[in-house]
């Protein structure tokens, strides 16, 4: 019988289908230091983003038949040694990606309302200064007609750029391979149209656009610092559900106090999951605790999808 470790563990559709097929399924969370005597028990492991599969854990469980990552991006895994090893290894790239195109703008739609700031003064002042709040966040801007900047045009990319486009934004995308077609959207009633996109320059889309979102996996160095902040608009936005590292946060810091960036909303941090204080408490940030794909939704694909593809590897 195959017995799965779902370290981080698994929407209750994925755990069940697992079982239906004959599948072991354990959901308990196992610490990293005690991981690679507990896996010595399993076939397979499934993780999201908090336990890491790196080359000594999969030296020391040669037992290991597949990794499943619940999620998109895999740099918590080292997926090239695992699969020279004979490994297996699976994600989920498509499940999530609406669930974090929607925070993406709950981020945006939160930055140009200032309801982060808002939220936290409203219960303490609101009483007291009423009218001088609403004085200082009358001066809101709206989304439609603005350029959005998308940095990695994968999956999640580009349903953050179809819900931009529904909302009659502009969009400039860039990535490291070159998008050239159309970009579906579906409205009520079933009608379609398609919008066509071409990517440009990350210069471009640094220099041209309102609001910027961050869709790329972490790399040796932050792909925004006090350079490409120095060369965007005057009070863009900036919101990052991808990676921490991606961004440089001192540098973000100082592009915010000086009002280079009007806002940023951020739900990954470089320190994860202890964040630095002064990105916490900065007032023109909007937070979220790294829930990109935390939607009931979201989950339930995830699940799903990961559980076919170990059931596949396994039967096939």
């Known amino acids: 019988m195959i017995k799965i470790l779902a370290n981080d563990g698994i929407d209750p559709i994925g755990k069940q289908l697992l079982e239906e097929a004959g599948f072991t399924v354990d959901t308990q969370t196992i610490a990293q230091d005690q991981l690679a005597t507990a896996l010595l028990n399993y076939d397979a492991i499934t ?11 999969i030296d020391a469980c040669p037992n290991l038949k597949l990794i499943g990552r619940g999620g998109v991006g895999m740099d918590n895994i080292d997926v090239d040694y695992a699969r020279s090893k004979g490994l297996a290894v699976v994600n989920t790239p498509a499940a999530s990606s609406l669930s974090v195109a929607e925070l993406v703008f709950s ?7 200032f309801l982060h700031d808002s939220n936290r003064k409203m219960p303490v002042e609101g009483a007291t200064q009423f009218n001088n709040l609403k004085k200082a966040y009358a001066k809101g801007i709206e989304l439609r007609g603005k350029t959005l900047g998308v940095i990695g045009f994968g999956r ?3 349903e953050t750029a179809t819900i931009a486009l529904g909302l009659g934004m502009n969009v400039l995308a860039y990535d490291l391979y070159p998008f050239d077609g159309h970009i579906p959207l579906t409205f009520q009633g079933g009608i379609k149209v398609d919008i066509p996109v ?3 320059s990350l210069a471009e889309v640094i220099a041209q656009s309102d609001f910027i979102s961050l869709h790329t996996p972490f790399a040796d160095k ?4 006090a350079e490409e902040f120095a060369a965007m608009k005057k009070g863009v936005g900036i919101v990052n559900c991808s990676r921490g590292g991606t961004i440089d946060e001192l540098a973000l810091i100082e592009a915010l106090d000086s009002g280079k960036v009007a806002f940023a909303g951020l739900d990954v941090f470089d320190n994860e999951p202890t964040p630095l204080s002064a990105i916490l408490t900065h007032p023109k940030i909007s937070l ?4 990109g794909a935390s939607t009931n939704e979201a989950q339930e694909r995830i699940g799903t999808e990961l559980a076919n593809l170990i059931i596949d590897h396994f039967t096939k």
Do not use: C, N, Q
Request: aromatic share 4%; glycine share 10%; hydrophobic share 40%.
């Open 198 to 200: 071409k990517s440009v």
């Open 47 to 57: 993780v999201r983003s908090a336990t890491k599969v790196r080359k000594e854990l």
């Open 156 to 158: 999640i990319g580009r």
């Open 288 to 291: 979220t605790p790294h829930i």
């Open 107 to 113: 981020h945006l739609f939160t930055g140009i309302r």
């Open 222 to 225: 932050p792909i925004l610092g």
